[in-house]
């Protein structure tokens, strides 16, 4: 948002910006930005919307005053207890106006919002198990998954969906069965789930996940953390677990970091509800990614990031798990190296490409040359830094090693290009180190590793700058 608001400066367009009092916005400081604060409707201005509802037809004065003094000028509240009052047997029409049917019951008109709401749902009877349904999926939701989901006839399926747009609960958008729908407000989708007992939430969400793994294989793809939701609100840990993997390896992909520890956490969390004999295997697989998500969330060096790549380091060596220890010797020599315990670093480093030859595994070795490379250049063994970044650019496949990027923070090609345009312009050759930093700014462009763009960028403009101002 900062960037939208800084960008829209001068241009044609009208940005309109909502959020709740206890927010605090970092751009009112811009001379184009405008904040109004919006109060709660005066009783006036709560009575001219109960009007509105009504058709213009006045309520009993004592309704009126009822309806004004408990929503308390909040507009959703005001919009729904009159809607609640309409559509009781408390009024009666009277052509231009509504008189009451009889006494008014004290509790007659509910004193809250979700009172409110519990009340209209519940005068749906034969649309609430339709509306339980559709809370558990969420928000937003579409009719062929609901109509999987409900285990419904058709008819009382879109019986129900018809009372629940005509009741203005729920929106809907197209024509079913193509159509699309959307609760009100998320207080509308939290009443009706509120209503489900345990069990049969627990049911729903299970319900819900198989058809999304049975029907809909673009959502699974593009969207797993639904399926982790699911499979965890419905209690099965199992898929749970391996759905928030997929979740925050796919986060990582896209650099969504935050995202990516969010799922990685809810992950781990559910590990206590495995058997014992398979939770080694699955937090390997989540510490592993967690530690990538911590390095480029909050530093190389951060303490969390240590502790999961030790705990990576520890199940590797339970488990005799050699895919997952190439991320977990690259955290730690990253961790290492940034706190200055080079000695360390390059231990890892050696080991690293120790058993990288070992296992002839090309993509290991890929990075086992670029950290060594890195390193020699910290310790200024420049000669050794030279050759282990060009072995990592001859080693170094497009279609093959891209893919790295995601799993080491960063390209290994574009590192070692950075790198090695410092390394050969200490070694004096001003102008193939110059190659070198533009290379790796171009390959950083072709990637579009988001990542690897933030680490190159600066890396080789500070170097630029240095040369072209004779200081390096």
Same mark, same amino acid.
């Given at each position: ?147 999987? /989901?409900? =285990?419904?006839?058709?008819?009382? #399926?879109?019986? %129900? +969906? *018809?009372? @629940?747009? &005509?009741?203005?609960? !729920?929106? $809907? ?82 650099? /969504?970091? =935050?995202?990516?520890?969010?799922? #990685?956490?809810? %992950? +781990? *969390?559910? @590990?206590? &509800?495995?058997?014992? !004999?398979? $939770? ?8 592993v990614a967690l530690g990538v998500a911590l390095m480029a969330t909050q530093g190389w060096a951060a303490p969390k990031a240590g502790r999961a790549n030790a705990r990576a380091r520890e199940l590797c ?47 290991? =070795? ?13 310790? &200024? ?90 200081? =390096?």
């Amino acid at each position: 948002l900062d960037l939208l608001v800084d960008r829209v400066q001068g241009a044609p367009v009208l940005v309109l910006i909502t959020f709740r009092p206890q927010f605090e916005p970092p751009w009112t400081h811009y001379a184009h930005v405008t904040a109004l604060t919006l109060s709660r409707l005066s009783r006036r201005q709560g009575a001219a919307m109960v009007a509105r509802l009504s058709g213009g037809k006045a309520l009993p004065p004592a309704v009126l005053d009822q309806i004004v003094a408990k929503t308390d000028g909040v507009p959703l509240f005001v919009e729904e207890l009159t809607r609640t009052v309409l559509e009781t047997n408390l009024l009666r029409d009277e052509g231009d106006h509504y008189a009451l049917a009889g006494p008014l019951p004290p509790m007659a008109i509910p004193a809250t919002l979700q009172e409110s709401l519990l009340a209209r749902l519940d005068r749906l009877a034969p649309a609430r198990e339709v509306a339980q349904v559709a809370a558990a999926i969420g928000r937003e939701f579409s009719h062929e998954l609901l109509a999987i /989901a409900a =285990a419904l006839p058709e008819s009382d #399926l879109q019986a %129900g +969906l *018809d009372d @629940l747009v &005509g009741s203005g609960l !729920v929106f $809907r958008r197209g024509t079913p069965p193509q159509a699309s729908y959307s609760f009100k407000h998320a207080l509308v989708q939290d009443t009706a789930y509120a209503t489900l007992v345990r069990a049969k939430r627990q049911r729903l969400h299970v319900r819900i996940a198989a058809a999304l793994e049975h029907d809909f294989p673009e959502t699974v793809q593009a969207q797993p953390e639904l399926l982790a939701h699911h499979y965890m609100e419905g209690g099965l840990a199992e898929p749970a677990i391996d759905y928030w993997l997929r979740a925050g390896q796919r986060a990582i992909t896209r650099s /969504a970091m =935050a995202e990516a520890l969010a799922q #990685l956490r809810n %992950g +781990l *969390d559910l @590990l206590a &509800g495995l058997p014992e !004999v398979d $939770r080694p295997r699955r937090e390997l697989d989540l510490q592993v990614a967690l530690g990538v998500a911590l390095m480029a969330t909050q530093g190389w060096a951060a303490p969390k990031a240590g502790r999961a790549n030790a705990r990576a380091r520890e199940l590797c060596e339970q488990l005799g798990a050699t895919a997952q220890l190439w991320p977990v010797l690259y955290g730690q020599w990253v961790f290492h190296g940034v706190r200055g315990e080079h000695n360390a670093a390059r231990n890892v480093a050696d080991e690293f490409l120790r058993r990288a030859q070992e296992r002839h595994d090309t993509s290991a =070795a890929v990075v086992a040359h670029r950290i060594c490379g890195t390193g020699a250049l910290w310790r &200024g063994e420049l000669p050794a830094a030279c050759i282990h970044l060009e072995r990592t650019l001859a080693l170094y496949d497009r279609e093959q090693h891209h893919s790295l990027a995601s799993l080491y923070v960063q390209d290994p090609r574009v590192a070692a290009l950075s790198g090695l345009s410092w390394t050969l312009f200490a070694l004096g050759y001003p102008e193939q180190a110059r190659t070198r930093s533009r290379e790796a700014l171009d390959a950083a462009r072709e990637l579009a590793h988001l990542n690897t763009v933030a680490y190159a960028h600066p890396f080789v403009r500070v170097f630029l700058r240095a040369v072209s101002s004779g200081v =390096a």
